[in-house]
């Protein structure tokens, strides 16, 4: 099999997997959408009050300490490297080769071409999915074979959920061009609660690395389908 015989198996394979993904845009939204409260819930069952988790806290906030001091054009060209870096990121996980990523000179924007028509996800990610964390996160994970979480690990952690948030918070504006690629309405239902899953599995994987992620994973299916399950006898019994 030649070069080019693989080639246009990627392609029709990112074709394929571009309209299984587009298929699950709108139940994804509502899935986020009904995921808000269970979010809410699961917030009891984290314990807070550990060493581990105030270092996280005063990492969070030692971000927006260091942000003030910040030069503004260096903080905007790393949100958007980071920014096309994301939508990069999930156009590659689903079999797209990107052709290019560039920087305005004056930090007014950014941009990425990919070959292939696309989808969704590539659209939203910098919307809701921490890339830096999430490598950050894949690193604590090696390192969690030879050693235990401790707090300066949490703190570091905790700058980088910092500059997260931050960074979600400055995208979504109403001169964005992404958002009304895949609606407006599709944003407000998906974005919210996508946003809280991620910040619920940070806070989860503070505990015990990709252990304690997984049981947060469960824990929010579970308050999902006992809120389903609240709902239907609610409409039922009335």
Not at 54 to 70: D, E, I, Y
Not at 202 to 231: H, I, P
């Amino acid at each position: 099999m030649n070069f080019f015989d693989r080639w246009h198996i990627v392609l029709s394979m990112s074709t394929i997997l571009d309209k299984i993904i587009n298929l699950f845009k709108w139940p994804v939204a509502v899935w986020a959408l009904w995921s808000v409260p269970a979010f809410f819930q699961s917030l009891e069952y984290f314990h807070f009050l550990t060493l581990k988790f105030a270092a996280l806290t005063g990492g969070f906030f030692m971000f927006f300490v260091a942000r003030t001091s910040m030069d503004s054009s260096v903080r905007t060209s790393m949100q958007i490297i980071a920014h096309e870096l994301t939508h990069s990121f999930f156009a590659v996980l689903t079999f797209h080769k990107v052709k290019h990523i560039r920087v305005a000179e004056d930090n007014s924007g950014g941009s990425m071409g990919f070959e292939g028509e696309g989808n969704w996800l590539i659209i939203i990610a910098p919307y809701f999915f921490p890339l830096f964390c999430f490598f950050f996160m894949l690193g604590i994970g090696v390192y969690m074979k030879f050693a235990a979480l401790n707090w300066v690990i949490s703190a570091v952690f905790g700058y980088f959920i910092g500059y997260h948030v931050d960074t979600v918070a400055s995208q979504i504006h109403e001169k964005q061009t992404d958002l009304p690629k895949v609606s407006y309405l599709f944003c407000a239902m998906f974005l919210p609660g996508a946003n809280f899953w991620i910040i619920g599995s940070m806070l989860a994987f503070n505990s015990q690395g990709w252990k304690t992620f997984l049981v947060y994973q469960e824990l929010m299916v579970r308050l999902n389908a006992e809120n389903l399950d609240r709902l239907l006898n609610l409409i039922f019994n009335f």
